[in-house]
Each structure stands twice: as structure tokens, then as C-alpha cells.
């Protein structure tokens, strides 16, 4: 198995490099809009979060079935938005513009976060929350973006029957895979990063 993720990542490393720069441009384009928005967007986002941070010190459990199928809905409809874009020209550059997109959202959320709490208290409720789940979930939309886009590629070069049969068959092997590391990510947001996202806010 270590082999055959070390040769995938080989024969495909320049997408990989090219995929994870969008994704710190996303990450930073995040920050940067955060950073530069007016006092009363950022009055609103403290408010929110502070209200949310203070209803979690209350709160006593988590619903981790609601959480757990929310993510898995979430992920399926990502998978589903995915492989509609695999299929035409038109919307390759949609899946760079997805992890680019994915890499904002992130920077803003950490920018949030710290701009709330303070550095020290807003990087280590960004690590817990938000870590261990996307260090899965991020790599995987690297993974499934670039199969989607080497099946496009593929058909394009050899339309006949066997070669599409072939292109279509290896990209849902794929998704099958995304899909099962996208659940594993979820369990772990659900029962692990919450976990520990809610006692870091009921003790720091």
C-alpha cells in the first residue's frame, strides 16, 4: 500500500505541488480578507464566535450522530460536485478554484479565530478543531481533483470504448477511496477534534 501511495504521489507530483500552492494562496487571500475587512464585519465575527465559545462552556454533550451524517452529507455533496466537473473542459478549472476556495475558507476561519481570542488562544482552538480532520480531508481533494482531471484528459486522448471504460472505472475506484478517507476524516472532526476543541474552551 506504501508503495503504491508513494508511486501515485511520484508519477503525479507536479499536480500535487501545483494543487497545494493554490490551496496557500486560497489559505492566505483567507487571512488577508480578515485582516483587511472593516471594524463592524470584524465586531460581528468576534460577537459570533464569542457567543458560540461561550454556549459550548455550557453546553454538556455533543450530538454526534447529527454532526458525523451533516459531514458526511456535506462530503458526499463535495464527491457528487466533484465528478460533474471531471467531465468537461469547462469545469477543470472549477476544481482548482475548489481547493483554492477550500484554502480561504481555512485562512479566514484561523484569521477569525485569532483575531477573537488572541494568537495563543486562537491558533490552539484552530489546531484543535480543525487539524487533525482537514489533514485527511485536504490531501483527499488533492487526490480525487487529480483523477478527475486524468480521466478527462485520458478520454480526450483516446476516445474508444475500452480506454473511456477504463478512464471512468480507475476514477470511481478513486472516489470510492475519497469517499472512505472523507468518512474517516469526519469521525474524526466528530468524535476527536470536537472533543477536544470543547475541553480546550472550557479550560483555556
Same mark, same amino acid.
Given at each position: 500500500?506504501?508503495?503504491? #501511495?508513494?508511486?501515485?504521489?511520484?508519477?503525479?507530483?507536479?499536480?500535487?505541488?501545483?494543487?497545494?500552492?493554490?490551496?496557500?494562496?486560497?489559505?492566505?487571500?483567507?487571512?488577508?480578507?480578515?485582516?483587511?475587512?472593516?471594524?463592524?464585519?470584524?465586531?460581528?465575527?468576534?460577537?459570533?464566535?464569542?457567543?458560540?465559545?461561550?454556549?459550548?462552556?455550557?453546553?454538556?454533550?455533543?450530538?454526534?450522530?447529527?454532526?458525523?451524517?451533516?459531514?458526511?452529507?456535506?462530503?458526499?455533496?463535495?464527491?457528487?460536485?466533484?465528478?460533474?466537473?471531471?467531465?468537461?473542459?469547462?469545469? #477543470?478549472?472549477?476544481?482548482?478554484?475548489?481547493?483554492?476556495?477550500?484554502?480561504?475558507?481555512?485562512?479566514?476561519?484561523?484569521?477569525?479565530?485569532?483575531?477573537?481570542?488572541?494568537?495563543?488562544?486562537?491558533?490552539?482552538?484552530?489546531?484543535?478543531?480543525?487539524?487533525?480532520?482537514?489533514?485527511?480531508?485536504?490531501?483527499?481533494?488533492?487526490?480525487?481533483?487529480?483523477?478527475?482531471?486524468?480521466?478527462?484528459?485520458?478520454?480526450?486522448?483516446?476516445?474508444?470504448?475500452?480506454?473511456?471504460?477504463?478512464?471512468?472505472?480507475?476514477?470511481?475506484?478513486?472516489?470510492?477511496?475519497?469517499?472512505?478517507?472523507?468518512? #474517516?476524516?469526519?469521525?474524526?472532526?466528530?468524535?476527536?477534534?470536537?472533543?477536544?476543541?470543547?475541553?480546550?474552551?472550557?479550560?483555556?
Amino acid at each position: 500500500m506504501r508503495k503504491i #501511495i508513494q508511486k501515485h504521489i511520484k508519477e503525479n507530483i507536479k499536480e500535487y505541488i501545483i494543487f497545494a500552492l493554490i490551496f496557500i494562496i486560497g489559505l492566505f487571500i483567507g487571512t488577508m480578507v480578515l485582516n483587511n475587512s472593516d471594524n463592524a464585519q470584524k465586531v460581528e465575527i468576534s460577537n459570533y464566535l464569542t457567543n458560540f465559545s461561550s454556549n459550548l462552556k455550557e453546553q454538556n454533550n455533543i450530538n454526534y450522530t447529527k454532526m458525523f451524517f451533516g459531514l458526511i452529507a456535506k462530503d458526499i455533496k463535495l464527491l457528487i460536485l466533484m465528478t460533474f466537473l471531471s467531465v468537461s473542459i469547462i469545469g #477543470i478549472p472549477a476544481l482548482y478554484f475548489n481547493v483554492g476556495y477550500k484554502g480561504f475558507n481555512i485562512g479566514y476561519t484561523i484569521s477569525a479565530l485569532n483575531a477573537t481570542f488572541g494568537f495563543a488562544k486562537g491558533l490552539t482552538y484552530s489546531l484543535s478543531l480543525l487539524f487533525l480532520s482537514k489533514m485527511i480531508e485536504i490531501p483527499t481533494i488533492f487526490f480525487l481533483s487529480i483523477s478527475g482531471i486524468k480521466m478527462y484528459k485520458t478520454i480526450i486522448k483516446d476516445r474508444s470504448k475500452d480506454n473511456i471504460k477504463y478512464a471512468v472505472t480507475r476514477f470511481i475506484i478513486n472516489l470510492v477511496i475519497a469517499l472512505a478517507l472523507l468518512v #474517516i476524516s469526519a469521525l474524526i472532526e466528530t468524535y476527536l477534534s470536537s472533543n477536544l476543541f470543547l475541553i480546550i474552551v472550557k479550560n483555556f
